[in-house]
């Protein structure tokens, strides 16, 4: 957030949002440290808790809200994973459906004043996608074997052609985890960034009816992004998978 | 969460005042931190999804389905049900109107014999008294006759005897008798 210090004039640190910092003491930060990483995360996984195991714990035939929540959450991703990567795709679902969740509350939940969005850490997008990548391969290998190899080797384009294809398909293959992850960080990243920005500016009195404007209508374009960003890094995940399960085109 | 800039924190992507230097996102020392709590938080949900939430929702959503199909199975049955109490309705509606003719028909036949019968039995009545009539009528007329013929008789001895003459019987009632059919 920009600062107005003691002497005067805006200062800008819209980065320092995405500090990481030990929830307690000062101390250093090791890879075990509680942090505001961990902090948020945790409110992820309890807010998940709250609407899918809370939510559905009465087992209503005619559900109660929080249930129908949770249901027309588990309809959209089942029918997703059902229609992109077909019958024998379903049993990933639970998979697809961990990620699915985290990166929607986590987004969400960065979108209250104050919170932490560990969807906008570069590590922590990159873990999800480099994930995604190498469960893909080793599963399109497993299943496979080497006729998974056929996803690179265009059979209908010309002789000619299919060598340069397979390049440019293998390294359009090996692009995938990059810019998955990158999509996603960047996504939030910028947009949080963008708000820190305008709140900067909010503080000159000439501009403050502007940059409060701007925030509002960024904030409303954050809850658009966070919402499709899970969606599509889901279905970007439904559709690698396809191509683990059936290679040929 | 960058309000406190008195908040600093120890280590090389944080300056003096608390602020980041470049992009925290790329500062390698606090990944594996990052790493590590996402990797816990991933194995979290995917517990308590696979374990408990999804079976769940799974299992209500079938059973729903399953409720829904039912009901409509059910819903059809009694559809036809309706359907079928209807045609017995109107069946019965259509027996009880024949039930209802043949029995006003019997009924007029009934009242119909039973009339012909006292009709019969009125008319034979009234011949046997108009008979029965007739003969006391004749019996009167020959009881009229034979009075006439003992008052004539009675008379005309009591007139013989009046002027004098000795009646003889016989000829009084043969000359009486002979008057009389006249």
């Not at chain 1, 980065?15 to 509680?34: A, E, M, R, S």
Request: glycine share 8%; charged share 15%.
């Amino acid at each position: 957030m920009a600062e107005e210090k003691a002497e005067g004039g805006l200062v800008f640190h819209p980065l320092d949002q995405f500090i990481v910092k030990p929830l307690f003491g000062d101390g250093p930060i090791h890879w075990y440290t509680p942090t505001n990483v961990t902090l948020w995360m945790g409110i992820a996984l309890l807010a998940i808790l709250a609407v899918f195991v809370l939510g559905s714990r009465g087992r209503a035939i005619i559900p109660s809200r929080l249930q129908s929540i949770g249901e027309l959450i588990y309809g959209f991703i089942y029918k997703m994973v059902e229609d992109v990567t077909g019958k024998d795709g379903v049993k990933y679902f639970p998979y697809i459906m961990t990620l699915f969740l985290f990166i929607l509350f986590a987004n969400y939940l960065a979108l209250l004043p104050m919170s932490y969005s560990p969807t906008s850490m570069i590590a922590v997008t990159a873990v999800l996608g480099f994930g995604v990548f190498i469960v893909v391969t080793v599963l399109g290998f497993v299943l496979n074997g080497p006729a998974f190899l056929g996803l690179f080797w265009m059979k209908d384009a010309p002789a000619v052609l299919r060598p340069i294809i397979a390049i440019i398909e293998v390294i359009s293959y090996f692009v995938r985890p990059v810019s998955h992850s990158i999509r996603l960080a960047g996504n939030i990243m910028a947009g949080h960034a963008v708000i820190k920005v305008f709140a900067g500016f909010a503080a000159l009195t000439l501009v403050s009816p502007v940059a409060i404007l701007g925030i509002t209508a960024i904030y409303g374009l954050e809850v658009l992004v966070a919402g499709i960003q899970a969606y599509v890094f889901t279905i970007l995940t439904c559709v690698y998978l396809k191509d683990a399960l059936h290679p040929a085109h | 969460m960058a309000t406190e800039t008195t908040d600093a924190v120890a280590g090389a992507c944080v300056d003096a005042g608390g602020s980041a230097l470049g992009m925290p996102q790329l500062c390698a020392d606090w990944m594996s931190n990052q790493i590590f709590w996402l990797v816990i938080t991933l194995i979290a949900i995917y517990f308590v999804m696979s374990r408990i939430a999804l079976p769940r929702i799974g299992a209500v959503l079938a059973e729903r389905s399953g409720t829904i199909t039912n009901d409509i199975a059910a819903a059809e049955e009694l559809k036809n049900k309706a359907a079928e109490a209807e045609a017995a309705y109107d069946q019965a509606l259509l027996d009880a109107r024949a039930e209802a003719q043949k029995i006003v028909a019997e009924a007029k036949a009934e009242i119909q014999a039973e009339l012909d019968v006292e009709l019969q039995k009125a008319d034979a009545e009234i011949a046997a008294k108009t008979a029965e009539s007739e003969a006391a009528i004749a019996e009167i007329r020959e009881g009229a006759k034979k009075s006439v013929n003992a008052v004539a008789k009675d008379t005309a001895k009591a007139l013989v005897a009046a002027m004098g003459g000795s009646a003889d019987a016989k000829a009084i009632t043969a000359a009486i008798t002979a008057r009389m059919k006249g």
